[in-house]
Each structure stands twice: as C-alpha cells, then as structure tokens.
Nanobody, 127 residues
C-alpha cells in the first residue's frame, strides 16, 4: 500500500508561482510512475505531468509544458510540481497519483492508469 499526501496549494495572482509537494509513504516500487492531475469544478480529471520514480524520465501535457516542472526527491520520498506563470484557467484541485508498478505511456496519461491517489490540494489563481 502507498499513501500520498499533497500540500502547497493556495491562492495566487496570475503570473505567480506555487510549488506543490506529494509526500509518499508505504511500500514503493522502483517501477512506480507518479503523476500530477487536476480537476476543475464540473470537469473531468486531467493529466498534467508524470515522472518515473527510478529514472526520473518526465512527460508533460502541452498546456503546461514550459510552465510546470515535475521532479522527485527519492531520499525524501517526495514528488514536486513547480508551477510558474500561473493563469486563472489553472484553478483546480490538484492531485498526485502513483502506479503500483510499471505502466505504459498510454496508461500514464489517464487517471485509470494509477492505483493510488492523494486527497488533493486546491489551487486558485486570481486575475
């Protein structure tokens, strides 16, 4: 079992920055893929970025490429999402997720590809 806890959300003005953290505990696998998603009210949960826990390979969806950076600190068992140049349309609840083991790229960009989820952290960007 893996437990995930997000933190770092809040209220920020457009153009500002936030860094989200996802602390992990419990049994982890070197084949884990970890990802960030977000969900706005009344909308579906959308993929943002993913990282391989062991090798650190990353992938981003186009709307956040160049603005968001996913990273992990294996020693601290923590994943991060650095978000710069935030826009009002970035307002959502942000979730971190982890796979139980190795998954394909196609699985890694959809919510159903992940087995464990955090409780979410609210990010609100004012104009």
């Amino acid at each position: 079992q893996v437990q995930l806890v997000e933190s770092g959300g809040g209220l920020v003005q457009a153009g500002g920055s936030l860094r989200l953290s996802c602390a992990t505990s419990g049994r982890t696998s070197i084949n884990n893929i970890m990802g960030w998603f977000r969900q706005a009210p009344g909308k579906e949960r959308l993929f943002l970025a993913r990282i391989a826990w062991s090798g650190g390979q990353t992938y981003y969806t186009d709307p956040v490429k160049g603005r968001f950076t996913i990273s992990r600190d294996n020693a601290k068992n923590t994943m991060y999402l650095q978000m710069n140049n935030l826009k009002p349309e970035d307002t959502a609840v942000y979730y971190c997720a982890a796979s139980r083991g190795s998954i394909t790229h196609a699985q890694a960009i959809i919510p159903m590809g992940y087995d464990y989820w955090g409780q979410g952290t609210q990010v609100t960007v004012s104009s």
